[in-house]
């Protein structure tokens, strides 16, 4: 974040004030005067303005991204493999992924720079539903459905009451909406296959009431402050 911008969030000064509080010499960064108005102010750098040393509130931001397959979601990747962070480069603050989604599921993800929120949101005591969009092999009989609903084992816990919808049976695989409570690792995948009929494609279009709707792929938005509401309150 540019130094006037730190400055500003931190309670200090304006920005314009913050730029002449640079240019007299009242701003050190890291024990050293800052000559420089341009600077951006890195992780771990210490402030001080007039000898007392800041810290800038960042403010809170609340995104949806559809993240396409192929993309992990973490901030960075042993593998130097795409992250979801690559879809979110233009947004000014230091958000990161609440929750995950697996390299080839794609969707609706959160991303936030407010701890606290992601905290409660990924808590097991919140469950908050997520839905899934499911493709899936063969054909989904109704005994099948039926046991999803009810609760399958998928290898030491038995899922509890999920929603099923079959959308649409295709010759080769059906497509199936989910909802589920909990958020075991490839939770869908796992259920899906305890059945019999392994995911072939998968995306998440919901989680609680809010859905992905008609954003594009890669493309993200501001949650709106209803929404980052109703979130806090689940
Ligand atoms: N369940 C899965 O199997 N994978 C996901 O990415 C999310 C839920």
Redesign the pocket.
């Known amino acids: 974040m540019r130094i006037n911008k730190y400055i500003a969030q931190a309670g200090v000064a304006s920005r314009r004030k913050a730029d002449e509080l640079i240019a007299a010499g009242n701003v050190k960064v890291n024990g050293a005067v800052l000559r420089e108005p341009g600077y951006n102010v890195e992780d771990g750098d210490v402030v001080e303005v007039n000898g007392r040393r800041i810290e800038a509130e960042e403010k809170k931001v609340y995104i949806l991204l559809n993240k396409p397959l192929g993309y992990v979601?973490t901030v960075s990747d042993d593998k130097e493999r795409l992250t979801v962070m690559d879809l979110v480069q233009d947004v000014d603050a230091r958000i990161f992924p609440v929750g995950?989604?697996?390299y080839?599921?794609s969707?609706m993800l959160i991303m936030t720079n407010d701890g606290d929120f992601a905290y409660k949101l990924t808590h097991p005591k919140h469950e908050l539903t997520?839905t899934?969009r499911a493709r899936v092999a063969g054909v989904l009989s109704t005994e099948k459905v039926w046991k999803l609903r009810n609760g399958v084992d998928i290898g030491g816990f038995v899922t509890s009451k999920a929603r099923v919808d079959v959308v649409k049976g295709l010759p080769k695989s059906t497509i199936v909406d989910i909802t589920?409570h909990e958020?075991?690792?490839?939770?869908?995948?796992?259920?899906f296959k305890a059945v019999g009929n392994n995911?072939q494609e998968?995306e998440?279009i919901a989680i609680g009431d809010i859905r992905l709707g008609r954003l594009a792929e890669g493309h993200y938005r501001k949650l709106t402050r209803e929404e980052v509401e109703y979130l806090k309150n689940c």
Do not use: C, E, H
């Not at 958020?183 to 259920?191: A, E, F, P, S, W």
């Open positions: 979601t995950r989604l697996d080839n599921t969707g997520k899934y589920i958020g075991k690792n490839r939770q869908v995948r796992k259920m995911v998968l998440r």
